[in-house]
Structures are given as C-alpha cells and as structure tokens.
C-alpha cells in the first residue's frame, strides 16, 4: 500500500504549541520554519521551542528556510545561515528551501535554488528538499531542481490540482485544524516514509572522502552507476572491475555510496595513489589569482544587482488593474492596487480586492487570509450594502513603504482590524508604532524587519481617536 501520512508545518505565527496532543491527534511528522533571509538574528522566533517541543513529544522533524534571495550569492549566504541556526541539530524530516517570494527576478530563480541546494548539500549529510507552490514551480526550471535535490515539497489548495508534477508532499490547505495548536495551521500529506528512510541510512556504513571506490561491478551495474555519476556531473573512471567516482560533496556520496549499497556492491572511501617525485629543479612562480578572482566575483554581483531592477509585470494582475483605474477606482501610488477600506471594499462601492491585485504577498497565507475576509464582506454587502460612515486615513510614516488598508470606517469595525504593511529599507533593535493626532497610541518592538517580510499591526474601533492614522518605524534607544 503507498504510504500516505498527515504532516504539518509550522512557524511562530501558530504560538506556543502542545506537541503532545498533536501527535495524539495522529499527526506523523512536523516541519518547523527555522527563520528566513541572510542573517542569524532571522532565526524563527519559535524554532527552538517548536523543535525541541517536537522531539520531545517523539515527532519526526524537518525544517525549512524562507528564501528572499534574488542572487545566487545571496542564496549561497542564506544557506549558510541556515545551517547556522540548525547548530547540528539531527533531522528526521528533509531540510527544505522555501523559494516563493513573488520579488525574486524570474530568470534568477532557478539558479538561486540551486546555489542555495548545492550549498545545503555540501555541508549537511541529510535530505535536501524544494518547497513552492504550483505556479511558481512554472517559472523554474524544474529537471534542474529535481537533480540538485532530494525532493520535492508543492502546496496548491485547489481540489483538481495537476497531479502529474511529482512531488513527495503535498501541502493542501493552509486553514487546518489540529488539537494542540491554536488558530490555523498547514497542513499536508506526506507520500514518502523520510524518518524511516533515514533510519536506515544511518545504518549504512560511513564515508569521509570525496571520491569511492565501487565494485566489484558486472556489465549492468557499470551502467546504471555511470549513468547516475553523469546526472550528477561527476567523474566516473573505470579500474578494471571497479569503478572510481569524485571528487563529489557530501550529497552526491551520499546518493551514490546508497546506489552501490542497494545494488549490493562493494564501496569504500578511495584515495589516489601518491605520484613519484619528480627531480627537484628550478622552483616555479606561483600566481595568486585570489584578488582577481574576488574582482571578477564583484563585478558579476554588480550586473546581477543591475539585472534586478527590472521589474516583471504579470500580466492577468496587470488587466485586472486596468480594468479597476478604467471604471474609476483610487489606486495606491506604491502598491499600484487599489485603495480600500477594513473590509478590502475598493473606492468602487460593491467592488473588493485582495491578494497580489491588492499589494505582494510573501505567504501564501496571507493571500487565503485576505481572500476569506473579501468573500464574507462580499457577501455581506449583497444582503445590506452599508452606508458611508466617518473614515480614518491610514498612512505610511517614516521609514514604511505603504499600509493597506488605507481607510477605516470605525462604525463598521466589527472586530480588531490587521494592518499590513512593509518597511522601506532594513532595520535591526526597531519598533513599530501606530500614530494619530500627533500622538502614539500602539507601539510594537520589532528585532529586525526587512523590506522583504510583511509586517502587521492590529487595531480595535475603541482605541481610534480623531485624526488620521501613521504607521511608522522608530529606532529604539
């Protein structure tokens, strides 16, 4: 029967988590954000508790790593940052990298995946993994992230889903529900046994050098491992009935040491004989070709950072917003989408917006979220369109790009409202305030923000005063 288990993933926007009750729930496996981007300080704030809470409770574990890489370079320093953070903890579960933030050029995307893969796969002996959603899948080359990976990992919550793209887990909604979890949380099916595979690789013996010696080998086995070195880009190199392959990272031995072993050959580290001395003579210049190297390494950063202004259009968003300025609808100067109000209802009255139409989302996430919250504001204006009540500007202050949304009406504010928004440019030892009538009304501590990672605030009808509102960034003494 094909194995098939229930896997979640999680982050510290589930809070604290009973992971107890989780697994009596019949959950198989969890996968725990471990932060994002290029620093240490973008550790998951509740990476550690979430992973020790999991191993604890006897939960196999893997992580992710949110990528806002546009750079191979910069993927290549996520990578090792990630790997920071990991501190040798021992995984049960692949290490994925999650590639799917919309600002990443599009023609940079496949080669930032796998300067971030072959990075991972270097210097960690575990799976490595791939995560994104369907359409964004589209835009990578995929042959080429299957060969610099271990698996792969989609989400797409439609019920008639492409299922002839492969994958080994499948992240189908993200409002599930499970014991021991406060709100919503993804949720996924898991099609391949990972603890256990990993189990018995840590039951094969252990190699250290980067080239093997494989064999003896028949005629077929030759073949097949020939063929898996040549997928890999590595040297094969026949020595009578053996076969040496390498030099290779601690990925590819481990793919090619599991081959051998499952096809019940011989495999041992190899090192190359000693070659005889040569005669002493004259000694020969040496040439440091390092300040080159790190020059042309400059220069190539430069033209990729050049590259990355050119803004992609996708074209469906594209009509919709014309269609929307074209029937008279206020557009945001930054965002380019619509103005609107708590409700996500635009300047056309009856008419709603969310999701990337609205501004760019980086979790998918926030798109269901919106989208839900569009739906019953829909749906409540076809049985009693509200009227036009007292609006509060909300606007961006100093160091915030824009905040939607950008109006509140506080006679029909039902419940808190979520402010989203993203700063202008990165900060470190921060804090997030909400502002009207000259005067601070909320004021939230931030460790770092980053351009690249939404920020939120909420807001009660009870706490608005007169006067518009300003969400903006201040440095903390």
Request: proline share 6%; aromatic share 8%.
């Amino acid at each position: 029967m094909p194995f098939n288990a229930t896997a979640i993933d999680v982050s510290v926007y589930q809070g604290d988590i009973d992971w107890a009750q989780v697994k009596a729930a019949g959950v198989y496996a969890t996968v725990v954000r471990a932060g994002y981007g290029r620093y240490a300080d973008q550790e998951d704030r509740k990476f550690r508790k979430n992973y020790d809470g999991a191993r604890a409770a006897g939960m196999p574990v893997g992580i992710y790593w949110y990528s806002y890489a546009k750079t191979p370079e910069q993927a290549r320093q996520e990578a090792d940052v990630c790997l920071q953070v990991l501190a040798g903890r021992t995984l049960q579960m692949p290490l994925y990298m999650d590639q799917e933030w919309a600002d990443i050029p599009a023609a940079n995307r496949t080669a930032c995946a796998l300067a971030f893969l072959d990075r991972i796969r270097e210097r960690h002996d575990g799976l490595v993994g791939y995560y994104t959603y369907t359409s964004y899948f589209s835009s990578v080359d995929i042959p080429a992230i299957q060969q610099h990976c271990d698996t792969i990992w989609l989400a797409d919550y439609r019920t008639d889903y492409n299922q002839t793209i492969p994958r080994d887990m499948h992240q189908y909604t993200s409002g599930g529900s499970v014991p021991g979890i406060q709100g919503r949380v993804d949720m996924n099916h898991l099609y391949r046994d990972f603890p256990v595979e990993i189990e018995k690789e840590e039951e094969r013996p252990m190699f250290t050098s980067d080239t093997l010696k494989i064999g003896p080998v028949s005629g077929g086995d030759r073949a097949v491992i020939c063929t898996l070195a040549e997928s890999l880009a590595l040297a094969a190199v026949d020595d009578g009935d053996f076969i040496i392959v390498g030099p290779m990272s601690a990925g590819d031995r481990a793919a090619v040491a599991g081959k051998a072993l499952a096809l019940g050959l011989g495999c041992e580290d190899y090192t190359a004989p000693a070659e005889p001395e040569k005669p002493q003579g004259p000694e020969e210049p040496t040439v440091d070709l390092s300040e080159l190297t790190q020059a042309v390494d400059r220069l190539v950063q430069a033209v990729v950072e050049l590259n990355e202004k050119v803004d992609t259009q996708i074209t469906d968003i594209a009509e919709i917003l014309d269609k929307l300025a074209a029937a008279g609808a206020a557009l945001d100067a930054v965002t380019g989408g619509p103005v609107v109000d708590q409700g996500l209802e635009t300047s056309i009255p009856g008419v709603f917006a969310c999701g990337n139409v609205l501004h760019v989302h980086d979790l998918v996430d926030f798109v269901s979220q919106e989208a839900a919250l569009a739906g019953r504001q829909a749906a409540s204006y076809l049985q009693a369109p509200r009227p036009a009540g007292r609006t509060v500007a909300v606007k961006p202050g100093p160091g915030v790009r824009y905040v939607v949304p950008q109006f509140l009406d506080p006679a029909a504010m039902d419940g808190p409202v979520t402010l989203r928004f993203r700063v202008a440019a990165p900060a470190r030892r921060c804090a997030v305030t909400l502002a009207q009538g000259g005067h601070t009304i909320k004021r939230k501590k931030r460790p770092v923000v980053a351009p690249g990672e939404m920020e939120s605030l909420e807001i009660s009808a009870r706490e608005l005063q007169m006067g518009d509102l300003t969400v903006g960034l201040e440095a903390e003494a």
